[in-house]
């Protein structure tokens, strides 16, 4: 799909403005547009008669499902079950199956969050049409936590849920010795527990993160045997993105909670704001605090103390 065009009302025009200048349009002139706007090889035009929006370019179709029906019509109109993700690509896409994924692997700060989500096809349209998306692609917490109220709260479903903590992060890093195979036992654990509430599904679809058979390895200690699916770009897949929005919801509310309890803002990621917040909490309370907030192995822990200590 490169080219869309939808009604719209006076309240949904200014919906769209506001998100547009959230994902860093560049607004520019056009005749009988109320604005038109362009990011990379897309294009938004809102014309007055209508009034009505013109998407144009290769992302027209994510620019829909991502943006203009979650968050300003409210309202699905594509026929997701034809598109090359939930057919062609993935004839499984509303068949029963687990769907796994996680938050803040890559985050010095807060905790490693595994989630996992049962659907089968009634809960998957449902999920569809409430606007379940890839975490990634949803830009505030309170957008997170509300399809995480709506993904708790949908008839059928099953979840899990496993968060940790940095103390029990660094605590356990050391038998892993690498990042990969701790995140295949945090998949094999939520599998697991899947399992066991859902014993009946056969299937599970995990983002993957790492050579196939390092996930297959974590199963097999367990003694799982469903069939296991792993590709990148999971969070196609409803289930995977529903389990991206609840290991998104326990990560931030951990970080949120965080920043209350030490007085200032602690960042996302490995940035130089995060090195200087790590100085920040270590200068106020010793290198031990480190442990207690952020995950010991990365670089930046050197970058916090080094200076310092």
């Known amino acids: 799909?490169?080219?869309?065009?939808?009604?719209?009302?006076?309240?949904?025009?200014?919906?769209?403005?506001?998100?547009?200048?959230?994902?860093?349009?560049?607004?520019?002139?056009?005749?009988?547009?109320?604005?038109?706007?362009?990011?990379?090889?897309?294009?938004?035009?809102?014309?007055?008669?209508?009034?009505?929006?013109?998407?144009?370019?290769?992302?027209?179709?994510?620019?829909?499902?991502?943006?203009?029906?979650?968050?300003?019509t409210g309202v699905v109109t594509l026929n997701y079950e034809k598109t090359p993700e939930t057919s062609a690509a993935d004839p499984e896409h509303f068949s029963p199956h687990f769907g796994i994924d996680e938050s803040g692997k890559g985050d010095?700060?807060?905790?490693?969050?595994?989630?996992?989500?049962?659907?089968?096809?009634?809960?998957?349209?449902?999920?569809?049409?409430?606007?379940?998306?890839?975490?990634?692609?949803?830009?505030?917490?309170?957008?997170?936590?509300?399809?995480?109220?709506?993904?708790?709260?949908?008839?059928?479903?099953?979840?899990?849920?496993?968060?940790?903590?940095?103390?029990?992060?660094?605590?356990?890093?050391p038998t892993f010795k690498n990042l990969n195979s701790m995140l295949a036992w945090g998949h094999a654990t939520v599998i697991g527990e899947l399992a066991n509430k859902v014993p009946a599904c056969p299937r599970a679809l995990s983002d993957q993160f790492a050579r196939p058979a390092v996930l297959e390895a974590a199963l097999k200690k367990k003694n799982i045997t469903l069939k296991l699916d792993q590709r990148t770009k999971g969070e196609s897949d409803t289930a995977v993105a529903a389990a991206s929005i609840l290991a998104r919801e326990r990560f931030i509310d951990w970080m949120d909670a965080a920043t209350k309890k030490v007085g200032f803002t602690i960042p996302l990621g490995a940035s130089p704001q995060v090195i200087a917040a790590g100085k920040k909490l270590v200068a106020k309370h010793g290198p031990e605090i480190l442990g207690k907030f952020a995950k010991l192995h990365f670089k930046t822990t050197q970058q916090v103390i080094g200076e310092l200590f």
Do not use: C, W
């Not at 769209?16 to 607004?27: K, Q, V, Y």
């Not at 399809?147 to 660094?170: C, F, H, M, S, W």
């Open 108 to 173: 010095f700060f807060g905790p490693l969050v595994i989630a996992g989500v049962y659907t089968d096809e009634t809960i998957t349209r449902h999920l569809i049409k409430a606007g379940v998306m890839d975490s990634k692609r949803i830009n505030t917490p309170a957008k997170i936590r509300a399809l995480a109220a709506v993904i708790k709260a949908t008839p059928g479903i099953a979840y899990d849920v496993i968060a940790l903590r940095p103390e029990k992060y660094n605590e356990i890093y």
């Open 1 to 72: 799909m490169n080219s869309h065009t939808a009604p719209l009302t006076a309240a949904q025009v200014k919906k769209l403005r506001t998100a547009l200048e959230a994902r860093g349009f560049d607004f520019t002139s056009k005749p009988y547009t109320i604005y038109a706007a362009r990011k990379g090889k897309l294009t938004v035009s809102v014309y007055e008669k209508g009034p009505k929006v013109l998407i144009q370019g290769k992302e027209t179709e994510d620019f829909i499902r991502f943006t203009l029906e979650p968050e300003v």
